[in-house]
């Protein structure tokens, strides 16, 4: 049922019950799907409970929705020691107003809470409340040695111990705490299902009992629509000038330190494109334009498909944009790009095809390079099945 008086609502609020903050990330008119809740707090307390922060602990926490678990830490670890990454930018503010207003002021930022917090690493402690596909290697690399996190890996709570770091190595092993019911981090979510063919009816025997798909804790997860609770906390949009940073994007904290095999590393899709496009037409039909944002886009792809390719982007397109003054840096730059799509494609489990060497003798022959570095990377997504682009897969190594 709806929630229509301020006693139903408090009733709620002090059950033992998740409650929906947002629906449809705020979109009007959507199908009433849950994208933020103020978690169960029997969840809360196992998953801090599993935490078991210590005094002196500085703690990342993964989806800061209404703020709560952010206040349990501030309490108990004072706010300079807490820091909480909330990827909805409403959400967010509205959490800066009312862990103010109850008396908190951790650290919040707004931003992809999959790549942690690299600026204010490392973290003793970090606990993700949104749920993951697996655990992604930034976070890892941003807890101190010796340190743990906590988070939702699918429908079960996963508590993960990091080792000392030897030789430049990042290792954490673990084991899970029984079930969790929280919504995917966004980037983690399902691509959308096709079009389900609701028109013939037929039998079936469902393994679930449908009462438990009335549940909250079955919704959630499965980012089935909610039906019967509507947002509770926050009503209207929050104010637009309270201070919530922005995640910094900055390079990882240890950047070339790597995982153990226990935690696979992911990385995200990159965009197939037409060779004869990239090389010669969209080039042509933007006087050259189109060659340099490839470039920056070649090599953020590079980047975010492993992230212990070291690469900034925007430098890489100053090298071949304005390094002609200077002579060496486009060669050297392109040599560069090659070789990082060779690691992309080596780190996707391939036997590396592309040469930076014959990258860069094809600069000479009509900047052919950029066909040649294009087809080299069609054929990393293309092993991926051209999953959409920004989408996460397993790297092999
Ligand atoms: C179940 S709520 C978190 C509950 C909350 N920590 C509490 O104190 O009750 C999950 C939150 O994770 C956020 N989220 C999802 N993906 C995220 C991401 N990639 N980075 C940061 N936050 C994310 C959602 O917007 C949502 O607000």
């Not at 706010?79 to 862990?99: C, K, N, R, T």
């Not at 900055?250 to 590393?265: F, K, L, Q, S």
């Not at 189109?290 to 070291?310: M, S």
């Not at 080596?346 to 009509?366: E, K, Q, S, Y």
């Amino acid at each position: 049922m709806p929630l229509t008086t301020g006693a139903d609502r408090l009733a709620l609020i002090h059950s033992d019950e998740p409650v929906v903050i947002q629906l449809d990330h705020d979109e009007p008119d959507g199908p009433g799907i849950a994208t933020s809740s103020n978690s169960q707090p029997s969840m809360v307390a196992r998953m801090l409970r599993l935490l078991s922060v210590e005094d002196g602990h500085r703690v990342l926490e993964i989806g800061t929705a209404s703020g709560y678990v952010a206040a349990l830490l501030s309490r108990r670890l004072g706010d300079s020691a807490v820091y909480s990454v909330e990827v909805d930018p409403g959400l967010a503010h509205h959490a800066v107003a009312v862990l103010r207003a109850a008396g908190y002021r951790p650290n919040l930022a707004c931003g992809d809470g999959e790549r942690g917090w690299p600026d204010q690493a490392p973290f003793d402690r970090i606990v993700a409340t949104c749920a993951l596909r697996e655990v992604p290697h930034a976070l890892v690399r941003q807890l101190t040695p010796g340190g743990a996190l906590v988070a939702p890996i699918g429908p079960r709570l996963l508590e993960r111990r990091a080792g000392a770091a030897h030789g430049g190595r990042c290792a954490a092993s673990g084991r899970f705490h029984g079930g969790a019911s929280y919504m995917p981090m966004r980037s983690h979510r399902p691509p959308c299902a096709a079009p389900v063919d609701d028109t013939t009816a037929r039998p079936v025997e469902a393994a679930v009992d449908p009462r438990a798909m009335l549940s909250l804790g079955f919704a959630l997860p499965a980012g089935r629509p909610v039906v019967s609770l509507g947002p509770v906390v926050r009503n209207g949009r929050p104010p637009r000038a309270l201070p919530v940073r922005r995640a910094p994007r900055g390079p990882p904290c240890c950047t070339g330190r790597r995982t153990t095999a226990e935690v696979p590393m992911t990385g995200r899709v990159g965009k197939t494109r037409n060779i004869f496009l990239v090389w010669l037409i969209w080039p042509l039909i933007t006087l050259g334009i189109y060659h340099l944002v490839w470039y920056y886009k070649v090599n953020r792809e590079a980047r975010d498909f492993d992230e212990r390719i070291d690469v900034r982007p925007g430098m890489a397109v100053v090298a071949i944009a304005l390094g002609w003054i200077l002579i060496v840096p486009p060669f050297i730059s392109v040599y560069n790009t090659g070789d990082r799509i060779a690691r992309m494609q080596r780190a996707a489990g391939m036997t590396p095809t592309c040469n930076p060497w014959i990258g860069l003798i094809l600069v000479f022959v009509f900047s052919l390079h950029t066909l040649y570095y294009q087809q080299e990377l069609n054929r990393i997504w293309a092993l991926h099945g051209n999953r959409p682009e920004g989408e996460h897969v397993s790297l092999a190594v």
